[in-house]
């Protein structure tokens, strides 16, 4: 009987499997870099966006331990899904929305938050109708990037609580890419021109 429960034990032991999908930060960079390029016309906010190669980035990673030996494998890396129609639909409500959107950037009225959303700075140098304007604009934009971020996690099946690290992604993306003399908030919420 006790070489029974030996070999049972034992063979729990090499068939012990550790599983962890791990968040494909850099994927993800690499993903919002290239949407950002392509809805407000990539570095600096001009010119159009170029083709590159698609994004990579998740992979699985599997651990087996066996009698105390950990041997690991990698699964290839898997694109990360930013072209459903959701997405795409989102994009477009972004590019189409950016050429209205950026004169206010260039004046300094509106900025780019730590959070990679748009904040109205200041209204100064601007009437009513152009206030009332910039408003819907920004509400608009902000409301489709989180949309986004959102529909990003749901179509490569991360929990929710990854939008936040996809937003965080984004924001840099967003900022990196903006226009000299644009208004960046940074990590500790002081504005600056870029």
């Given at each position: 009987?006790?070489?029974?429960?030996?070999?049972?034990?034992?063979?729990?032991?090499?068939?012990?499997?550790?599983?962890?999908?791990?968040?494909?930060?850099?994927?993800?960079?690499?993903?919002?870099?290239?949407?950002?390029?392509?809805?407000?016309?990539?570095?600096?906010?001009?010119?159009?966006?170029?083709?590159?190669?698609?994004?990579?980035?998740?992979?699985?990673?599997?651990?087996?331990?066996?009698?105390?030996?950990?041997?690991?494998?990698?699964?290839?890396?898997?694109?990360?899904?930013?072209?459903?129609?959701?997405?795409?639909?989102?994009?477009?409500?972004?590019?189409?929305?950016?050429?209205?959107?950026?004169?206010?950037?260039?004046?300094?009225?509106?900025?780019?938050?730590?959070?990679?959303?748009?904040?109205?700075?200041?209204?100064?140098?601007?009437?009513?109708?152009?206030?009332?304007?910039?408003?819907?604009?920004?509400?608009?934009?902000?409301?489709?990037?989180?949309?986004?971020?959102?529909?990003?996690?749901?179509?490569?099946?991360?929990?929710?609580d990854k939008i936040a690290d996809i937003k965080r992604i984004f924001?840099?993306?967003?900022?990196?890419?903006?226009?000299?003399?644009?208004?960046?908030?940074?990590?500790?919420?002081?504005?600056?021109?870029?």
């Amino acid at each position: 009987m006790r070489k029974k429960v030996c070999l049972f034990l034992l063979f729990l032991a090499s068939a012990c499997v550790t599983v962890n999908i791990y968040f494909p930060a850099a994927a993800v960079q690499r993903a919002a870099d290239k949407i950002v390029e392509e809805t407000w016309g990539g570095p600096g906010g001009t010119g159009g966006a170029k083709e590159g190669p698609r994004s990579e980035g998740f992979a699985t990673h599997t651990t087996y331990a066996s009698f105390g030996m950990g041997k690991e494998a990698f699964a290839q890396d898997a694109d990360i899904n930013v072209s459903n129609p959701a997405i795409r639909s989102l994009k477009d409500s972004i590019k189409t929305r950016s050429d209205s959107i950026k004169p206010f950037m260039d004046r300094g009225n509106v900025g780019i938050s730590k959070d990679g959303l748009l904040v109205v700075r200041t209204t100064e140098g601007i009437n009513l109708r152009e206030r009332a304007e910039v408003n819907q604009l920004v509400e608009a934009e902000n409301r489709d990037r989180e949309a986004l971020y959102a529909e990003i996690a749901k179509a490569n099946n991360y929990p929710k609580d990854k939008i936040a690290d996809i937003k965080r992604i984004f924001a840099k993306s967003w900022s990196d890419q903006g226009r000299a003399g644009w208004w960046i908030q940074d990590s500790q919420g002081n504005w600056k021109r870029k």
